[in-house]
């Protein structure tokens, strides 16, 4: 069924497709921007508008940086972005490439279809532990990434759980 116009009174079925909207634009969004060399650095909902026309637009560029430059300052362990958000890699200080937002977007696909904040009620070393954790590299789907509901798998398009869990996967 095509969305409705209004996005009222259609059921689940207008929503999930609504939702489906949102990501389409937001990757369009994120390929534009891997596509002259950057990396947003922190990508997620918060930083994804929506216009009147119901379009998604991608925006702090605040961590932004250009692929192939130096995202950690030698002899420093000091990360930046959201933790919620943020790659493997990037928690354990190594180099950064467009995968950091891919990572980002998986977890985007999570949020955007349960419509809860992953990690919900943890503080940022819980966070850092779950994703950071030894089994996620060899379990498939790690078991450090936000749990997917029955009802999510129920009611997501054909592919998206298997795209959602390539997305974050750990390496």
Known sequence: KPVCSEHMGCGLRCAVQRRLSFLLDAVYGLRA??????????????????????????ADFGLSKLMGTMSIVPGTKTIS??????????????????????????????????????????????????VTHAANAIQKPPPGRPPIEDVLRTFAPSGYISLLETCWAHE
């Open 33 to 58: 921007i891997h596509g002259v060399g950057m990396i947003h650095g922190d990508f997620k909902t918060l930083n994804l508008l929506v216009t009147r026309e119901g379009r998604v637009k991608v």
């Open 81 to 130: 972005g959201t933790p919620q958000y943020m790659a493997p890699e990037v928690m354990y200080c190594k180099p950064q490439g467009l995968r950091v937002d891919i990572y980002s977007f998986g977890i985007v696909m999570w949020e955007i279809m349960t419509g809860v904040v992953p990690w919900k009620d943890m503080d940022y070393v819980q966070i850092i532990q779950r």
